[in-house]
């Protein structure tokens, strides 16, 4: 298989805590890994690491050969990061979000098709018009889903990406991510939804006070 992202010995220490100890591991090709674990375990602190949110306090990330810091420009059109709370401008509606996360990662090609199909997956063509301070935290984290998928990507890193989301919309993720994962796409997200992990996940990170205990 091909590795698309490959992390070594990263950690993360707050003042004397000690969030993530060193970690190693490596995200397929064409593969779901799901990591799991109790709230305060350092799944989120693992993903900020991981996608250039926060600084590690020791070593790299790479996508497809690129270092996140060295060239973040290269490893920024190749992975994304939905969090488990999205975050928008004030000054956009959800319309203008799509267009401008696709314009900026020169994704405009049949755009108008692309993003209404998108939209109206999602539930939110009829309120593409307003803006998201308006949503619920519900088709918020629709919108940050939309986001993401609107652009190419080879890494994808989702928090939670359920926490928020009824029956219909877990269903539409798990589909959308079983469309990816054919495609080549390497995905990790964190869960604590059995029905995420027995449906999608092909690998296993089960991270526990800041140490990953099994893969």
């Known amino acids: 298989m091909t590795l698309r992202l490959v992390v070594t010995e990263l950690s993360k220490n707050f003042d004397s805590f000690l969030a993530l100890a060193p970690a190693s591991f490596g995200l397929n090709a064409g593969e779901i890994t799901i990591l799991s674990g109790p ?8 993903l900020s690491c991981l996608s250039g ?4 306090s020791s070593g790299t990330v790479s996508v497809d050969g690129f270092d996140l810091y060295r060239d973040e420009v290269e490893v920024r059109r190749r992975m994304v990061f939905v969090p488990d709370v999205p975050r928008f401008y004030l000054e956009l509606t959800a319309w203008e979000h799509l267009r401008f996360i696709a314009m900026a990662n020169n994704a405009l090609q049949g755009f108008d098709q692309r993003g209404e199909i998108l939209l109206r997956k999602l539930g939110l063509w009829e309120v593409r018009d307003l803006f998201p301070h308006h949503f619920s935290r519900g088709m ?18 989702l928090d939670e990406p ?7 919309g877990v269903g539409l993720l798990i589909s959308e991510l079983r469309n990816y994962r054919e495609q080549g796409a390497a ?8 029905n995420l992990i027995d449906q ?8 526990h006070n800041g140490v990953i205990e099994a893969e």
């Not at 990790?188 to 059995?194: E, F, G, K, R, V």
């Open 39 to 46: 709230n305060g375990s350092g799944k989120t602190t693992l």
């Open 53 to 56: 949110l926060i600084r590690p």
């Open 140 to 157: 918020r984290l629709k919108l940050g889903l939309a986001l993401a998928l609107i652009r190419p990507f080879e890494v994808l890193l």
């Open 162 to 168: 359920t926490s928020a989301l009824d029956i219909e």
């Open 187 to 194: 995905i990790l997200l964190s869960t604590h939804d059995p």
């Open 200 to 207: 999608l996940g092909d690998r296993n990170l089960v991270i």
